[in-house]
């Protein structure tokens, strides 16, 4: 039985996996998340933290390698996202409070540490728990997510990172963005996704399953809520290095942030590594998740 909720085998529609996969639901931080998990108990603990549009899903082809290496793997449904509780109101989305509940989650494995691995929006909290609670981070794992400083510094100083930002910015406005994006049955973040990655990377029934996680009720208002939190409510920016050891992973052919802030971000880390992947998009965990893990595998052994 899963600590902190009950637990049942996953539904029969998201089973993608050769290993058991057990889902449950736990109370961290005042809010009821949705969280699969898989391996042994007793096993080094990784918590993977998916991105925006995504859900858990989205690391299907990471968990079962990293339990057959040993692992215990922990993979939440991020608030505000597909069957984790979508609390109301922008202020409910700051990253203070996203950083909270993937601190008290690993508690509910009755851990003090774990490794984290963050992508998209799951990096920014990963990044956020490494820089404000470094004491629960084991290693730290970064794909295609920059360190909030070095992103601060590309928005003000580089007209390209500004430009390619600019869909955050339309986020911001009430209401308006969540018609768009339901227009056609989600075309619009359907687009988003095969648009920005490599062909096929996103098949039909992958869409399938991220339309269900969409059209559940409040979630596509959750999930921009995210966005908009962060512009109202700016977060407090680290200045030290960040501690854990962090190994930064880089599709190099991300549409949505320039190459240099890998780097950038590297280089605000006190032990830090990069890997660039060349002919890889954002979507680094769907288009190679071969080499995501074996480099994750790697972090984890160092």
Avoid at 107 to 128: C, F, K, L, N
Avoid at 232 to 239: K, M, S
Wanted: proline fraction near 7%.
């Amino acid at each position: 039985m899963e600590p902190h909720g009950s637990a049942s085998h996953v539904a029969l529609e998201e089973t993608v996996s050769s290993v058991e996969l057990r889902s449950s639901r736990r109370t961290v931080n005042g809010v009821d998340l949705h969280v699969v998990a898989a391996g042994d108990e007793s096993a080094p603990l990784v918590v993977l933290l998916h991105g925006f549009p995504e859900f858990w899903y989205g690391w299907r082809r990471v968990i079962e390698p990293l339990v057959e290496a040993g692992y215990r793997v922990v993979v939440p449904d991020q608030r505000g996202y597909n069957r984790s509780e979508k609390p109301d109101g922008v202020g409910s989305y700051r990253l203070a409070e996203l950083t909270r509940d993937v601190v008290e989650l690993i508690g509910t494995e009755g851990r003090e540490r774990a490794a984290i691995v963050g992508h998209d929006w799951g990096g920014a909290v990963a990044w956020s728990v490494a820089a404000h609670h470094p004491e629960v981070v084991d290693r730290l794992t970064i794909v295609n997510a920059p360190h909030p400083t070095a992103y601060r510094r590309q928005l003000i100083s580089n007209p390209a990172q500004l430009r390619r930002s600019w869909y955050a910015l339309s986020f911001q406005l009430p209401w308006l963005p969540e018609r768009i994006a339901r227009c056609d049955d989600y075309r619009l973040l359907e687009r988003a996704l095969r648009e920005t990655a490599a062909p096929g990377t996103f098949g039909d029934d992958e869409l399938a399953r991220y339309r269900r996680a969409w059209d559940r009720e409040g979630a596509l208002t959750a999930m921009l809520n995210w966005y908009r939190a962060a512009a109202r409510y700016p977060p407090r920016t680290p200045t030290d290095p960040i501690e854990p050891p962090t190994l930064v992973v880089w599709g190099e052919d991300d549409t949505a942030l320039v190459p240099s802030l890998a780097v950038d971000s590297v280089m605000l880390c006190a032990e830090g590594r990069l890997e660039l992947l060349p002919e890889t998009s954002h979507w680094v965990l769907h288009e190679v998740p071969a080499r995501l893990t074996e480099a994750i595998l790697a972090q984890l052994a160092d």
